[in-house]
């Protein structure tokens, strides 16, 4: 086990698995702290790689390499969960890991995940193990129909689940699983989601930003607007919740909680992601700390920032569709100067795929989510949408 100093002052050297656009505004927050940023992923050209001071190139599994990158670095973090344990147990042979390896293993396996919250007691929604067609079959008799069915592992953005609304779709459903373990989830009549940016330091510290309200399309993050539309009370049991989940997992870092708000007002935890949040963007603009700095902070053993919000905020994600006709207009975007643009320096374009966010702040949250909406919608000159409802 690693024998270095808790806290890691500026002038290190940070490692981080993974490459993308988590870990490319992370390294930009570190840096402007006086940080290097090493960055290990099995590709190249990647948006964390181009800003990090060194890009390593390696796979996961290639646990020589693991060395070699954790012997460079004073402390560890990951910008997504889908690293392989055995990576990140590597890396604490030699350098704190943080969050630790348990917490990765918790979180990257849904029912892990659903498992270990059940048991400390907080809210989710009805689920079983899926390991046989019999399983699925006993599952829908028990949790009823329309459900939803999920791979254990790897999902995100709408990946590797469906929703099941007859019994005649169970063979194909199981089918649709290629042999991995799965999940099966009672349906939730949800109002809306929400999520919660956490951290969390070595002696217990703890900071929540304000509640964020996410909207979706095609299981995709959509819009993203602070301070969720939400009564006091279910903001204040939405923290509370986010901070006993911290406790119970001793996270060191950053965590994510997603949640569920029913038609009846009562929180469910939907998802943990151990890291930075897309839902978070809209702090790099409008907070006194953005997350991926206080991620900086925890880390690294460092106080905490305040995660208080200046103005009321919103973010519209920019995927590859917009790049179908041509490139986006960026200039009819920006003509609102209180429009902010951040780009995650990705090559190619693809339908689905996140190049970046535009973020803006207002009086309101409403005015927040409409100029986004708008700009957006000026990179192609399309037809303005509808103001949002809230």
């Known amino acids: 086990m690693s024998t270095k100093s808790p806290v890691v002052l500026p002038g290190a050297t940070l490692g981080v698995l993974g490459s993308g656009q988590l870990g490319r505004m992370f390294t930009i927050a570190a840096r402007r702290l006086g940080y290097r940023v090493h960055i290990f992923s099995p590709d190249t050209d990647t948006p964390a790689g181009q800003v990090g001071d060194l890009e390593f190139t390696a796979a996961y599994e290639d646990l020589d390499k693991v060395r070699e990158f954790a012997r460079g670095v004073d402390v560890v973090t990951f910008e997504f969960e889908n690293v392989p344990s055995a990576t990140s147990r590597t890396c604490a042979e030699i350098v704190p890991v943080r969050p630790d390896g348990e917490v990765l293993h918790v979180t990257q396996h849904r029912l892990r995940e659903k498992t270990f919250l059940q048991t400390h007691g907080f809210p989710v929604t009805p689920f079983r193990a899926i390991r046989s067609e ?22 995100y953005d709408g990946k590797g689940q469906r929703k099941i609304r007859s019994e005649s779709e169970i063979p194909e459903a199981f089918a649709g699983l290629r042999g991995a373990e799965g999940i099966f989830e009672a349906y939730v009549d949800f109002e809306k989601e929400v999520s919660v940016v956490a951290a969390r330091t070595l002696d217990g510290g703890f900071e929540a930003f304000p509640v964020f309200e996410n909207r979706h399309e095609n299981h995709i993050l959509d819009l993203t607007f602070a301070p969720a539309a939400i009564p006091p009370e279910l903001t204040r049991e939405s923290i509370q919740l986010t901070h006993g989940i911290l406790e119970a997992l001793k996270v060191v870092g950053l965590l994510t909680v997603e949640l ?25 603009d409008v907070a006194t700390t953005c997350q991926f700095e206080q991620q900086v902070r925890a880390v690294c053993g460092l106080p905490l920032g305040s995660p208080r919000l200046k103005s009321p905020a919103a973010m519209a994600n920019l995927l590859g569709d917009r790049w179908t006709s041509g490139t986006p207009d960026w200039a009819s975007a920006l003509r609102d100067p209180e429009v902010k643009l951040h780009l995650y320096g990705k090559a190619e374009a693809r339908p689905g795929r996140k190049m970046g966010h535009l973020t803006a702040g207002g009086t309101t949250e409403e005015e927040a989510s409409r100029r986004v909406l708008e700009a957006r919608a000026r990179l192609t000159s399309s037809r303005l949408p509808n103001p949002p409802s809230f």
């Open 260 to 284: 569920f708000v029913t038609r009846s007002g009562q929180l469910l935890v939907n998802e943990l992601a151990p890291r930075t949040h897309n839902s978070g963007h809209l702090t790099l």
């Open 134 to 155: 019999d399983d699925l079959r006993q599952a829908v008799r028990d949790l009823g129909l329309p459900a939803v069915l999920k791979t254990a592992s790897f999902g």
